[in-house]
């Protein structure tokens, strides 16, 4: 692209963070930690060149035409010699909407128009990679931070500066108020790391819901299972919401304890499609299911849902034989987005 060092041409590797179960010290990273809002939402870098903006995502994908919105945006208000790394979000009665973005996907170019209007998209920058036809890759995160906040200081909606702080107290008040908005939790990086493409160097820790759930099935057998396929009521009926993560073999063993055979007609069928559990896996064959009967369990979950079922795998705390699965209620922050 015409304006852009060729070192930044895309399609470009982004820099990735490792998940960690703990909000790190401040002094944890190299020059000390910043904290910025995990945004529930596609990454994107936007490539700003003479005469062309293009829109990529993290796999490699050009994005361009499913986000005729930020190009505008982009094109008004980005000069060209520009690479800016972010998230592209919508949101939704003040809470962030993945299954919207996802329409962005699916929906024909002649309806695209229609979609942008009504649901139209955000963009949130937290790096830059090139400023002023300069490859700022080498420059230690603060330095690139003040260049991106100079860039942004007069943009107007959709784009915006993703908020970042260095004291970690107020960090820990975003980790526990943002998740009522959709912010999945936290992402920390060095304040003198330079941006490494392909590299988890930043760490990312996500906020976790306790909750109940119902194990109506579960993937091996009943004396050994591996997963558990998780339920709640969406609509009036008991829907699958989502599996746990591999058990080990001593938690499976000890959950066999208290699985039995379901008594009469069962909500589910006994194969699934990979998709009613996993969107993202590329394995689309069936699953088969071994029904058992309906059991509350205690799961941690993060806050990525989207309308009617967990986007990422859920991790199994315990049994709760003495809990009724019938009574089990879909939390009122997910019943929002159902």
């Known amino acids: 692209m015409d304006g852009l060092p060729k070192g930044l041409w895309p399609p470009l590797s982004l820099a990735l963070a490792r998940a960690v179960d703990q909000i790190p010290a401040a002094g944890a990273l190299p020059g000390g930690c910043l904290y910025e809002p995990k945004w529930d939402g596609f990454r994107l ?11 990529w995502s993290r796999q490699g994908k050009n994005l361009s035409r499913y986000f005729p919105d930020l190009v505008a945006a982009a094109v008004e208000q980005i000069p060209p010699g520009f690479v800016v790394d972010g998230e592209a979000v919508i949101w939704s009665k003040d809470r ?5 973005l996802q329409q962005r996907m699916t929906t024909s170019k002649a309806k695209l128009t229609a979609l ?3 649901w139209p998209a955000a963009f949130a920058a937290f790096d830059l990679l090139a400023s002023a036809g300069h490859d700022t890759r ?4 603060v330095g690139r931070r003040e260049l991106l906040e100079a860039l942004a200081e ?15 107290d107020l960090a820990m008040t ?11 939790g936290l992402v920390i990086k060095g304040a003198v ?3 490494e493409g392909g590299q988890r160097q930043w760490l990312k820790v996500k906020h976790r819901d306790v909750l109940d759930v119902v194990c109506g099935a579960v993937i091996g057998s009943r004396s050994q299972p591996t997963v558990i396929i998780a339920g709640l009521p969406v609509g009036g009926k008991l829907r699958i919401v989502g599996r746990s993560s591999v058990l080990s073999a001593k938690v499976g063993r000890e959950l066999a304890r208290y699985l039995m055979p379901p008594a009469g007609a069962h909500p589910w069928p006994e194969e699934i499609s990979q998709g009613m559990l996993d969107r993202f896996s590329k394995e689309k064959g069936p699953v088969a299911l071994t029904l058992v009967q309906p059991m509350v369990v205690e799961v941690s979950a993060d806050v990525a849902w989207s309308g009617n079922a967990f986007r990422n795998s859920l991790r199994y705390i315990r049994a709760r034989p003495e809990l009724e699965p019938h009574k089990v209620e879909l939390p009122p922050n997910l019943a929002k987005s159902a």
């Open 45 to 55: 870098a936007v490539f700003v060149g003479k005469g062309e903006v293009s829109l």
């Open 96 to 100: 962030l909407d993945f299954e919207a």
């Open 116 to 118: 942008s209007r009504d």
């Open 138 to 141: 080498g420059v230690p995160l």
């Open 154 to 168: 007069g943009w107007r909606t959709p784009l915006s500066l993703s908020p970042a702080t260095m004291d970690r």
């Open 174 to 184: 975003w980790f526990d108020e943002m998740p009522a908005a959709g912010i999945e």
């Open 193 to 195: 790391q330079t941006y």
